[in-house]
């Protein structure tokens, strides 16, 4: 780990069938824009965390999912996580599988009563939250107690001033 002011470099080990993968990736950013900046190629759609095309396990390290518009407690007690939508608090050791985490993930939310891949309330009007910035550093906020249950506005989505992708 590396410290630049408030925000901190960890380092990301990824686990593949094709192999393993090394990249850094910063606290206030969510782990898939670190992966694609390393040329690291990896599914994704919503980019607001209920969708799960960018589902991952946790094997090592400590992460802030809270930013994902569908959490559930359960998916951290099974290690299951949302790259588009979680990001690093530690350095991390990471496992994904692109056919089969996904499938995983969302037979564990059949299994334990949770809406899997539900559109949420307002995610029309969200879809595609791209790489807005975490609004507050996420290992601060949840040492501080901060909520973190406020809705981001479209400017903080990067929905105002930008094309869509
Ligand atoms: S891209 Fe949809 S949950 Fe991450």
């Known amino acids: 780990m590396t410290n630049e002011g408030d925000i901190r470099r960890f380092r990301i080990r990824l686990e593949r069938p094709e192999g393993t993968f090394t990249f850094d990736a910063r606290s206030d950013e969510y782990l898939l824009y670190s992966m694609i900046d390393a040329g690291i190629e990896t599914p994704y759609i919503c980019e607001q965390g209920w969708c799960l095309a960018c589902a991952a396990r946790l094997v090592s390290g400590n992460v802030d999912r809270s930013d994902a518009l569908t959490v559930y407690p359960q998916d951290a007690e099974a290690g299951f996580l949302l790259l588009c939508s979680t990001k690093p608090c530690s350095d991390l050791v990471l496992m994904l599988d692109e056919r089969?985490?996904?499938?995983?993930?969302?037979?564990?939310r059949i299994e334990h009563n949770q809406l899997a891949r539900a559109y949420p309330p307002g995610a029309r009007l969200r879809?595609?939250?791209?790489?807005?910035?975490?609004?507050?550093?996420?290992?601060?906020?949840?040492?501080?107690?901060?909520?973190?249950?406020?809705?981001?506005?479209?400017?903080?989505m990067g929905l105002i001033g930008s094309k869509p992708k």
């Open 127 to 156: 879809f595609r939250r791209g790489r807005a910035k975490a609004r507050v550093d996420a290992c601060t906020r949840s040492a501080t107690g901060t909520r973190t249950d406020e809705p981001a506005t479209s400017a903080q």
């Open 100 to 108: 089969q985490t996904r499938r995983d993930m969302m037979q564990h």
